[in-house]
């Protein structure tokens, strides 16, 4: 089986295969970061789709000296950023209070901290404990995919764990999650 | 924060980071290759930064023009002075004086004796013009002091 950097080689060679099976291996992994990082489903697929599009249209500047997924959720990073700042009209309009993140969490006995993380981090952080967590990256790779220095990069892992840790402590019972979930 | 709960956090994470379902839709992926097949990729990538930083013959170019314009600009700058008043150039004639005796003990002295090796034309006429208007309020409370006494 090929590798990520195997597959984006032969797709700088011309290989659109090589550059579907790049897609369908990322396609969910990717949702999954944008629906916790964008306001709506509908910015998360548009910043799904443009980093698909922008990753095939500059595939040539990808250095295979990191990893692929690095360069592509580097991409997918800025694409939701401009979607936080520019928020699609009709996205607007069908915007309902459901967070996007919270609908796709399947139903569990005790609340899913993503989902408290999206509440109590700012974005950079939210991202760089997904990349960490969720994606397994190093920290050198964490770091490179949001442009940060590695200093901050564990400095902010540090202070999220933290306030995870301690919103926790916090939280009053179990109980009260569970109604939430049942709401979303 | 413990090195345990720090740890039974992580773990957490990951397993919860599974907890959530993403599905593409078959629609958007529909949207996603559409949209792939529509663009072609950039053969010729700009040049990175490093690249740009490492000079060539327009950073010399650039550096030789500064360097022209600065010689220029100081090359003027002293042409000027020389054509320019010099310092001896304001004689004591500008210069304002005071008149009355009894008058000029109650006046504050102004310091008007101006050295004028940094002024330039247009300074040393508006020194002139406050100089006659300092003359003018001189001779006006002149004047209201005699019609008070």
Known sequence: MATDEQLAEAAKCGSTTAFDELVERYQSRLLRFLLGRCNN??????????T??????????YDPRWRFSTWLYRIALRNASRQSLHPAAEAIELEDDTDPLAACIALSERQNLWLLAKRQLAADAYSALWLRY?????????????????AWTKVSLMRSRRRLAAALRQQPTIAEGNEMYDKA | ???????????????????????????LRARIDASIRSVAPIRSVPASRDADRSG??????????GLAAALLIILLVNTNRSSGPTPDSVTEDNVATTVTPEVSESLVTLPLKVRTADLTGPLEEELLRLQADIEKARQTVERDLHLTL
């Open chain 1, 52 to 61: 698909f599009v922008n990753a095939y249209r500059y595939l040539q500047s």
């Open chain 2, 1 to 27: 924060m413990t090195r345990h709960e720090d740890s039974d956090l992580e773990q957490r994470l990951r397993a919860d980071a599974q907890q959530i379902v993403a599905d593409v839709s078959p629609e």
């Open chain 1, 41 to 50: 489903r509908a910015d998360a697929e548009d910043a799904i789709q443009d």
């Open chain 1, 134 to 150: 969720a994606e397994d990256l190093p920290l050198a790779d964490v770091a490179r995919a949001l442009d940060r220095s590695l």
């Open chain 2, 56 to 65: 060539g013959p327009g950073w010399w170019a650039s550096g030789l023009t």
